[in-house]
């Protein structure tokens, strides 16, 4: 077998087992709910984050996962649907990881991303559920900050874990630390 053809055999397995995890994460780890559309379940964006340092696939798979793991545990569509469009911030994030940008500005730009697509998703379902006039306020605040600084944190235990997984070359994009753009 050639070395291309371990390697991508190594994405492939390590994009199953981030795509198992992200199906498991939401049925197992703790969780905060506010209906009708938030929630925040510790660990859930890890396997994503880690997917867009490994490619397009494994994030298109990893937020797959995601949004049918949280279809199982908490049978939401809402909060399925947000959990799908992980994979628009994990696709702008892969591009960037892959152009060596500086790592706090991919945490930054794929946080806004991500919480904006997650607010999105709350202002597409006001026709579908009721609820008071102060949702658009709660849509904002609370799905919008809470996402971002849920998306900081879970960002924060990816980086624990980079390092030794890139010199165990499960990983392969080294992390900019220095410069916005290697």
Do not use: Q
């Not at 697509?117 to 379902?125: D, K, P």
Request: net charge positive.
């Amino acid at each position: 077998m050639s070395r291309e053809n371990r390697m991508d055999m190594k994405k492939v397995t390590v994009s199953a087992l981030l795509t198992a995890m992200a199906i498991i994460i939401p049925n197992y780890m703790p969780k905060l709910v506010l209906e009708p559309i938030f929630s925040a379940t510790f660990a859930a964006h890890v396997p994503g984050i880690v997917a867009l340092f490994l490619g397009p696939a494994a994030v298109i798979g990893t937020a797959i996962g995601s949004a049918l793991g949280f279809f199982m545990s908490l049978a939401n569509p809402w909060v399925s649907a947000r959990a799908l469009l992980h994979l628009v911030f994990g696709l702008v994030g892969y591009y960037m990881a892959k152009e060596r940008y500086n790592i706090f500005l991919l945490l930054l730009v794929t946080g806004i991303i991500h919480a904006a697509s997650e607010m999105l998703v709350g202002l597409v379902s006001l026709p579908f559920i009721a609820a008071p006039p102060s949702i658009v306020n709660y849509i904002l605040v609370t799905v919008g900050l809470g996402t971002f600084i849920h998306h900081c944190i879970d960002f924060a235990i990816v980086l624990l874990i980079y390092t030794p997984l890139y010199k165990a070359k499960v990983l392969p994009i080294p992390l900019n630390y220095n410069s916005l753009k290697k």
